[in-house]
């Protein structure tokens, strides 16, 4: 960077400069194989490269512990700090150099125990810093204590018979926060989803704080165990007042392949045929008698392009196909559309009053 006048110059000689994978890639990831890090890493990674940060402008800062040895692994500029102080750091350059980009990355440790006062304050001066918490319900680094986001029962080294307490909720600490403008949360064995919010709080003008639900095989394999075998379990949900993700509505399930073979979701997770497990070798596909590709090339034309069946039929697409998807449209139509609610009170948000937010249309 060059300085003109005093002043910054930014983006100088790199007009022109297409920054790929390998501009962004520090050292080697020393994380334990199978560690949920390595996927956050690789979601950041493409994050920076589709959004084109230009590295010697964006700055990572993390504390310490396992999830805080992330600015190692990145051709930025980095600052691994003391254990709970990553966010004073970040508040510091953030204010000094409001020409860079900060990202924080803290584990739960650091940021909801040792580091929770700098945390709510952080989330109330508000400042433009994307701030993620790897959350793998334990101490990693120092090999297994209870933190306060462990689940009650879990046993540690520091509470053997399982931790005492019901685990900390940093989503509703956050919400509790005057200020907060941007709070969200993400698992990383979700990686279509981990970018798509990752893209979001980038994007987002103020401070955006991330809970990244992270998997640490060796010491708390068991955390996340339910959640990640049984998907149904994680409910999308979208905040009234939200930051929308269009993103996630309009993936089809060719193109979340897609997106996960970026981040590097093993091919064996990829290629499993989608079932409800039934009953033994039960498929959805089997089920439906076509394949998630085929269904998706005919909806994208039927519903994106807003295009009628025959005109996809005469497109050489399979008669059968086009006319049992049109079928199972309509079928499940009512599930795209609200249920009739029972008027149990005088009031009816939207008839009777308006949130905050519509006060002004
Ligand atoms: C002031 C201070 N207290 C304690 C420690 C010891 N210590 C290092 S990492 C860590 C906890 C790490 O847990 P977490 O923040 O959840 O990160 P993880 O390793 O799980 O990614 C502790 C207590 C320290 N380095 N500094
Ligand atoms: S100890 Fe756990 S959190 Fe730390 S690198 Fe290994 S798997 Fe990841
Ligand atoms: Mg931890």
């Given at each position: 960077m060059t300085i003109a006048c005093g002043l910054p110059v930014l983006h100088q000689d790199h007009d022109d400069h297409e920054y790929g994978l390998s501009d962004y890639e520090g050292a080697r990831a020393r994380w334990?194989?199978?560690?949920?890090d390595h996927s956050i890493l690789a979601a950041v990674q493409k994050l920076l490269t589709s959004e084109q940060l230009v590295p010697e402008q964006t700055v990572f800062v993390s504390g310490i512990g396992c999830s805080s040895?992330?600015?190692?692994?990145?051709?930025t500029y980095g600052f691994h700090g003391i254990h709970g102080r990553a966010l004073p750091v970040a508040t510091g350059i953030r204010l000094h150099r409001p020409d860079l980009t900060v990202f924080v990355v803290m584990g739960d440790g650091d940021c909801t125990s040792i580091g929770a006062g700098h945390w709510i304050h952080a989330l109330r001066y508000n400042l433009d810093i994307v701030v993620m918490l790897l959350d793998?319900?334990?101490?990693?680094l120092t090999k297994l204590q209870t933190s306060?986001?462990?689940?009650?029962g879990f046993p540690t080294n520091t509470q053997p018979h399982g931790s005492w307490l019901p685990p900390l909720n940093p989503l509703q600490v956050a919400l509790g926060v005057t200020n907060a403008s941007f709070v969200a949360q993400t698992a990383e064995w979700a990686p279509a989803h981990l970018f798509a919010t990752l893209r979001a709080a980038y994007r987002h003008r103020g401070l955006s704080f991330v809970r990244i639900l992270q998997?640490?095989?060796?010491?708390?394999?068991?955390?996340y165990q339910k959640a990640v075998s049984d998907p149904a379990r994680i409910a999308m949900l979208v905040h009234d007042d939200g930051v929308v993700v269009p993103e996630l509505e309009k993936l089809y399930k060719a193109q979340v392949r897609q997106l996960a073979r970026v981040v590097g979701v093993p091919d064996q997770i990829i290629t499993k045929a989608p079932s409800a497990d039934l009953w033994e070798g039960q498929t959805d596909e089997g089920e439906l008698g076509f394949a998630y590709d085929q269904a998706d090339a005919i909806l994208f034309r039927l519903?994106?392009?807003?295009?009628?069946a025959d005109d996809v039929i005469a497109e050489g697409f399979d008669t059968r196909i086009v006319r049992r998807i049109v079928e199972l449209m309509a079928r499940n139509q009512f599930k795209r559309v609200p249920p009739p609610v029972a008027k149990i009170s005088r009031r009816t948000i939207g008839i009777d009053f308006l949130y905050n937010r519509d006060w002004g249309r």
């Open positions: 334990c194989p199978g560690c949920g040895r992330f600015p190692h692994y990145l051709k793998n319900g334990i101490y990693g306060p986001t462990t689940p009650q998997r640490c095989p060796i010491y708390a394999g068991a955390v519903v994106d392009e807003r295009r009628r």
